[in-house]
């Protein structure tokens, strides 16, 4: 990820005064641009990196996925036709190879999600903030991940073609298995696959719920670390975008727009996470995440920027609209 980020403190990464009080945050300094890993963090920054190298052209290819919506519906509308029938099918087969291609990278992102989640919760370090400060390049990795997975999901909520041309695809396979045609292509995706790639893309954040489901199992795999280790780690994401985001003299250092809206994004995706894997959530009382002061940040931005990002915080989180949550708060996502 491109992004450039100037401060004037390059000496100190993270500068930390940890805190464990949210009206006195900890004010956190977090350079998305230098992090270079330590010998210590090297073996899982190298796994996760080659994950991350892939994740642009995923993205690429996702943006210009036009779908095969013209020719399905010809080929609908002119059943007896064969050459439509042929042409639909011709259109289809590659575009499914594309969405078997992003299914299976979002498994590959889980995993990387497991080794970083492995580093950044493990006990080396007393607290959360150590861990940040210590291991800034795998900080940084993480912050990728969930910027990679708020703008895959909003690329596809806004793609009803994908859902189409994958379940015109199955409908034409089972047919042709009914008529024993041969069907090339089918090569691609058996039926488990299909109904494993169906069940992803059916839902409407389909990256969210992979990180979501990978780090709830992260955390029930891994019985002998406390679930706060998890989630003060998710939470501390949140403050340190939070802060750079609402103080002058750090927003001021970005060197480009692109940063205030990885920043934006990342802070949101660490919430979502957060409220799925706490087991209260994020919305509740007892939560370590400054909810009022994370959604106005997400408002004083240009309205055309964040409207995804406050929909995704009001439609894909799992506590907003419990009895515990605040008016308050609720009313801020009205």
């Known amino acids: 990820f491109p992004y450039k980020?100037?401060?004037h403190n390059m000496g100190n990464l993270l500068k930390v005064l940890t805190c464990t009080d949210l009206e006195q945050e900890p004010n956190f300094f977090l350079d998305f641009e230098n992090a270079q890993p330590t010998e210590a963090e090297r073996e899982v920054?190298?796994?996760v990196d080659v994950v991350l190298k892939d994740a642009k052209g995923i993205l690429d290819e996702l943006q210009a996925y036009k779908g095969a919506g013209q020719e399905i519906r010809e080929a609908i509308q002119n059943p007896s036709d064969e050459?439509?029938?042929e042409q639909a099918w011709a259109a289809v087969v590659p575009l499914v190879g594309k969405l078997k291609k992003f299914y299976e990278f979002s498994q590959r992102l889980e995993a990387a999600l497991h080794s970083l989640l492995?580093?950044?919760t493990s006990e080396?370090?007393?607290d959360p903030t150590q861990h940040l400060e210590r291991e800034q390049a795998l900080a940084k990795q993480f912050a990728e991940i969930l910027h990679f997975t708020l703008r895959f999901d909003e690329l596809k909520m806004t793609n009803p073609a994908i859902q189409n041309d994958f379940s015109y695809y199955r409908r034409t396979l089972s047919?042709?298995?009914?008529?024993?045609v041969p069907a090339e292509g089918e090569n691609e995706v058996n039926n488990e696959l299909a109904n494993r790639i169906s069940l992803f893309y059916a839902d409407a954040t389909p990256m969210l719920k992979t990180l979501s489901d990978g780090t709830t199992k992260f955390v029930s795999e891994n019985k002998n670390l406390p679930i706060e280790n998890t989630t003060d780690c998710l939470s501390t994401m949140a403050s340190v975008c939070k802060v750079m985001l609402e103080t002058p003299e750090y927003r001021s250092?970005?060197?480009s727009e692109e940063t205030v809206s990885f920043c934006l994004r990342v802070m949101v995706g660490v919430i979502i996470l957060y409220d799925y894997v706490h087991p209260v959530g994020a919305f509740a009382k007892s939560s370590k995440i400054d909810m009022k002061g994370c959604i106005k940040v997400l408002k004083d931005q240009p309205p055309n920027s964040v409207e995804?990002?406050?929909n995704a915080l009001r439609y894909t989180t799992k506590h907003l609209n419990d009895d515990s949550t605040n008016k308050t708060i609720k009313s801020m996502l009205q």
Do not use: D, H
């Open 124 to 126: 080396t370090y007393s």
């Open 83 to 85: 050459a439509l029938q």
């Open 118 to 120: 492995g580093a950044l």
């Open 5 to 7: 980020v100037k401060y």
């Open 45 to 47: 920054w190298e796994q």
């Open 253 to 255: 250092r970005f060197t």
């Open 175 to 180: 047919r042709m298995r009914i008529n024993n």
């Open 308 to 310: 995804g990002l406050l």
